[in-house]
């Protein structure tokens, strides 16, 4: 079964009477990242943070062509990449922090297509599960490195290696940096900073940043970690790519 999905704009808009109230945005953004999560689970579909079908169908379908047995989703959310994977993999975990995400993504699972084992636990993607380690052949991750602070990638990349076993792929999709002249360039810096301010003077933290875990340093901490790399520009010039980091057969 081919993966498809509708190609959505990544533009803030809400839909309709389905997605949160700039009140609920606001209660989330003073919550902590998890229960920011847990209370923005039920309509978080209907948010433009969600990673839009047409960003996870190309990556997952080559990954689905090659062949999964077993893939983790780290920050999996309500599991929209889970439920691509669901008819082509023959064991699915996801790992969030969040209960009330994975509350939702076993809800929306239960009535995807497939018939693969789906295993839902709640965990830190930077420090996952011992008993989850090494069991893969496929780790993916879409719209969660924002909550990984940049001190912490290297953290990100050790657990995506540990968590595959040898000849075992980590996918994702990332960027390139906006250049100086895009607006979209300085709207994510003002929004970091804004998060910045807002992390200091307010307690529990939100972590949530853009223009994180881009290339070329994704790829020079994968390759130091000893991935080997490809990069596929599935998304033309709209600088986002799709990248394969393989674990090597013999590591």
Known sequence: MPIRGPLRRPFFRLRGEEGPSLLELLQQALS?????????????????????????APPL??????????????????????????PHARVLVGLDLSEG????AARRLEAAPGEALVSLRVGDMLDPPADLLGRFDLVTSFGAF????????????????????????????TGTRPPRTS??????????????VRNAL????????????????????????????R???DFGARGLVSVEARRPSDA
């Open 32 to 56: 902590s990242t998890t229960g920011g999560y847990d209370r923005l689970a039920p309509k978080f579909e209907a948010t433009p943070f969600r990673t839009p079908d047409a960003l996870l």
């Open 202 to 229: 307010w307690k529990p933290p939100f972590v949530m940043y853009y223009l994180t875990f881009l290339l070329p340093r994704a790829e020079a901490l994968l390759r130091a970690r000893g991935f080997e790399l």
């Open 231 to 233: 990069v596929y520009r």
């Open 146 to 173: 924002g909550h990984v602070l940049e001190e912490d990638e290297p953290r990100l990349v050790d657990a995506a290696w540990r968590l595959l076993g040898p000849g075992g792929r980590f996918v994702f999709v």
């Open 183 to 196: 607006p979209a360039r300085w709207l994510a810096h003002g929004f970091n900073a804004a998060m910045r």
């Open 101 to 104: 995400m994975l509350a939702e």
């Open 61 to 86: 379908e080559r990954a689905a062509a090659a062949g999964v047995e077993a893939a983790l989703d780290l920050g999996c959310g309500t599991g929209a990449a889970l439920r691509m994977l669901k």
